[in-house]
């Protein structure tokens, strides 16, 4: 799961068109810098959230509409790139983050509708959009999303994923009631049962990559919860302020190292038919 295996990518590019230029992925690779960043970007979407909510004053709905126009702005700016740049492309990701977060949020605190009706929701708009994304390009695969419409697609899965993710993490939050550390155990253990089963076991690649994905999600809540909230409640006590100000940090230090490096860049050739 550390990659989607460059072999997948080969037999899905299909055939290389000869004398045309490259054409770029609009993703980085999956690698554990992949991994780590994300976790990271969805721990700074819990506590960012509660942060703009709580000490701004903001509340949901407000907190809700200027984090959706910031995401806009983004998002274009990211569809104008012609290749991957970590800056945009992890700018988007903990934008997405936050707004997939209060989406779920507003749903249940706002309107008052059952976490297990959210999460059944966004389970069946995730399998909707992968079923479109598929049906149309036939492939779920994040190594070509080298398209206006499969970047629609892939953003549109990712926004999914956290809503999803949020919701499900909350339900069984709930209902297990096991505190923030042994949640974050819990789903820490659910991701690396999905890298068992893909590495020993020949899980299909692109599944247990989207899997991961939404399970990254309630991890990162479960750290930043743990991380944020009072020692009465089960957390260290750090704070939002706190503990948002040095996840991003550390996502910064991340993103300058893979602009400088170019760790996570994958390049394709443009192809003649799409996949």
Known sequence: MTS??????????????????????????????????????????????????????????????LMSALLAVVLVVQFRTRAYRPAVYWLAVALISVVGTLVSDNLTDNMGVALETTTTVFAIALAV???????SERSLSIHHIDTGRREA???????????????????????????????????AAA????????????????????????????????VGDYLSQPTGDGGLGLGTVVTSVLFLAVILGLVVLLSVTRKDVTEQRAVQQHV
């Open 191 to 222: 991701i690396a049962a999905i890298a068992i089963a893909r590495f020993a076991l020949g899980l299909n690649a692109v599944w247990s990559f989207w899997i991961a994905y939404v399970l990254t999600r309630p991890l990162g809540a479960s």
């Open 4 to 65: 989607e295996t460059s072999r997948t990518s080969t037999a899905a590019a299909g055939t290389t068109a000869p004398g045309l230029p490259p054409r770029w992925n609009k993703v980085p690779e999956v690698t554990v810098y992949f991994w780590v960043i994300k976790v990271l970007c969805t721990t700074v979407g819990e506590t960012a959230a509660d942060l703009l909510n709580e000490k701004a004053g903001l509340g949901l709905t407000g907190v809700s509409l």
């Open 129 to 135: 959009a992968f079923a479109a994304w598929y049906r």
């Open 153 to 187: 697609f892939y953003w549109l899965a990712v926004l999914f994923t956290f809503a999803l993710g949020t919701s499900a993490g909350d339900l069984l939050a709930e209902r297990l009631d096991l505190g923030h550390w042994l949640s974050a155990v819990l789903f």
